[in-house]
T-cell receptor
Framework: GAVVSQHPSWVICKSGTSVKIECRSL??????MFWYRQFPKQSLMLMAT?????????EQGVEKDKFLINHASLTLSTLTVTSAHPEDSSFYIC????????????FGSGTRLTVV | EDQVTQSPEALRLQEGESSSLNCSYT??????LFWYRQDPGKGPEFLFT???AGEEKEKERLKATLTKKESFLHITAPKPEDSATYLC??????????FGKGTTLSVSS
């Protein structure tokens, strides 16, 4: 149980275009979802926290106008990278808190974004 | 400042050679310490959650322990399929997880 499905698993886009990444909780309701970014051989860095039906909370240094997060339902959160540039190339991962179970936080499988 | 430090950065073991990974943390108001396994190009896979000093949890060849300042992930008689990056993370009240950089484990047969 407690599966988060993330799509696409990889995407290549041209500089200046926008890319949308989706995360769906398949068998539970995710009131809160977290978006992380991971550069090679680096830790997962929290970008933002999204709560269903309200605006996302962004971490310091993360541009909210560039990384648009929508959490319109209890099972779907999306991250849109707008006007992507090569420096946005990274591994993006979503996560959801699974109630109060020992699962804690479950993660999506990640999206490898390459901007050319 | 809250910090999570993992060591070593990389570890190479022979199959059957037991060892331990370390996660030291400085966090006020700890609400849980988490261990995850991450394979290349994949999201983290949950292993353990520890909540209080002295707590231990086991799963197959892995055993996690927690003290007030650090956690250890003990790997007993590892196999090549245990090769992965092991991530440690802590949670404070009302926040998301704070991750360490991970330890990349390679087990050769």
């Amino acid at each position: 149980g407690a599966v988060v499905s993330q799509h696409p698993s990889w995407v290549i886009c041209k500089s200046g275009t926008s890319v949308k990444i989706e995360c769906r909780s398949l068998d539970f309701q995710a009131t809160t979802m977290f978006w992380y970014r991971q550069f090679p051989k680096q830790s997962l860095m929290l970008m933002a926290t999204s709560n269903e039906g309200s605006k996302a909370t962004y971490e310091q240094g993360v541009e909210k106008d560039k990384f648009l997060i929508n959490h319109a339902s209890l099972t779907l959160s999306t991250l849109t990278v707008t006007s992507a540039h090569p420096e946005d190339s990274s591994f993006y991962i979503c996560s959801a808190r699974v109630g109060v179970s020992n699962y804690g936080y479950t993660f999506g499988s990640g999206t490898r974004l390459t901007v050319v | 400042e809250d910090q999570v430090t993992q060591s070593p950065e990389a570890l190479r073991l022979q199959e059957g050679e037991s060892s331990s990974l370390n996660c030291s943390y400085t966090v006020s108001g700890l609400r849980g310490l988490f261990w995850y396994r991450q394979d290349p190009g994949k999201g983290p896979e949950f292993l353990f959650t520890l909540y209080s000093a002295g707590e231990e949890k086991e799963k197959e060849r892995l055993k996690a322990t927690l003290t007030k300042k650090e956690s250890f992930l003990h790997i007993t008689a590892p196999k090549p399929e245990d090769s992965a990056t092991y991530l440690c993370a802590v949670r404070k009240a009302g926040t998301a997880l704070i991750f360490g950089k991970g330890t990349t484990l390679s087990v050769s047969s």
